[in-house]
């Protein structure tokens, strides 16, 4: 059975896939819109395809439009994620499909697959969200550090187009479906890589002040809703764990990269003051309490960006050190051995 899908005129929004029948009835409704299968060449006007020739020519004036197409359900679109240390998602498009994705990450994309900036993470794009829907989408992902802007990948062409996302600095990128994680994840800022179109991205407030202050993430973390793919971006490598209810996990407050909406997270005091001033690991430790699973990365970006600034030479000046004996005996005090 032949699955048909439709584009509104002036929108990239995709509806379908809906059979001959629905077609039908959908192309009375909508005789502007462009439509396609499996087996055309691209996409056509509704009024040129021999199966909605007699539909739209029987049209009843009195006839409402149809309604959107629903919010609640994300393009299902293909991937594959390519290489080992500096990884990047190839994700394959459908016609009339779409991948968000935030402003710089993209790699490569095949000609027919379509850029569009819109405001916000693109949930409303197409979909006839008010400008008041998009200012409040836009303002929360300025407040977990991202841009005003959403860049939408739409293939608008016909057959398989690909589209590839490359991850801003080295470590492991996730494929998340977030339907099989209760339709919410909850991530560290910037982690959000790319996505179908339909997936939110939020703000998710820590609730207690210790928490926000000294949780390595401060109080404002990514809030990732929807049923469709995201894929995310961790420093190093990746672990994941689930806690059963009531157990607890304490890890280093950078560390944590996500976690289900189920699990609990607050922060205590690595211990005596000894520890505090000399264990190296600073004075709190993130504690995750279950249930739910977790996902802790094993570079986080901070720690990554403070090993190069203190290895970076002081003043603008060389590291006059380096190759002399003097040099090594600083690298043996400094304890920033490479050997």
């Given at each position: ?179 099989e994680h209760g339709g919410r ?128 030479p002081q003043g603008g000046g ?22």
């Amino acid at each position: 059975m032949s699955q048909w899908y439709f584009v509104p005129a002036g929108s990239t929004q995709r509806i379908g896939p809906l059979d001959l029948v629905a077609a039908q009835a959908h192309a009375r409704r909508n005789p502007n819109d462009l439509c396609w299968r499996e087996g055309m060449a691209g996409w056509q006007a509704v009024k040129s395809v021999p199966e909605f020739a007699e539909a739209v020519d029987t049209m009843p004036a009195h006839l409402p439009p149809s309604p959107p197409p629903s919010r609640g359900r994300s393009d299902d679109i293909d991937y594959r994620i390519v290489g080992n240390d500096m990884q990047f998602v190839e994700v394959e498009l459908d016609p009339g499909e779409s991948a968000i994705a935030e402003a710089g990450a993209l790699m490569y994309k095949d000609a027919a697959v379509q850029m569009d900036t819109v405001f916000g993470d693109g949930r409303h794009s197409g979909q006839g969200g008010g400008f008041m829907d998009k200012l409040m989408s836009a303002g929360k992902r300025v407040l977990t550090g991202e841009s005003l802007f959403t860049t939408v990948f739409t293939h608008a062409g016909s057959g398989k187009a690909r589209v590839a996302f490359a991850a801003p600095y080295p470590g492991t990128v996730l494929a998340m479906k977030l339907d099989e994680h209760g339709g919410r994840l909850i991530c560290q800022k910037d982690s959000f890589l790319a996505g179908a179109r339909g997936v939110s991205v939020g703000i998710h407030f820590q609730r207690k002040i210790l928490t926000g202050l000294f949780g390595g993430e401060g109080f404002i973390m990514q809030k990732l809703e929807g049923d469709g793919w995201v894929f995310v971006h961790a420093g190093g490598t990746v672990v994941e764990r689930e806690l059963r209810a009531g157990e607890r996990l304490d890890v280093d407050t950078g560390c944590v990269m996500a976690f289900h909406d189920s699990v609990q997270m607050d922060v205590r005091a690595v211990g005596g003051i000894k520890s505090m001033l000399f264990g190296g690991e600073g004075v709190f430790l993130a504690t995750l309490t279950g249930p739910g699973k977790v996902w802790l990365q094993s570079l986080p970006f901070s720690r990554m960006a403070g090993r190069m600034l203190a290895a970076a030479p002081q003043g603008g000046g060389q590291n006059r050190g380096e190759g002399s004996v003097l040099g090594g005996l600083g690298r043996i005090l400094d304890g920033d051995n490479g050997f």
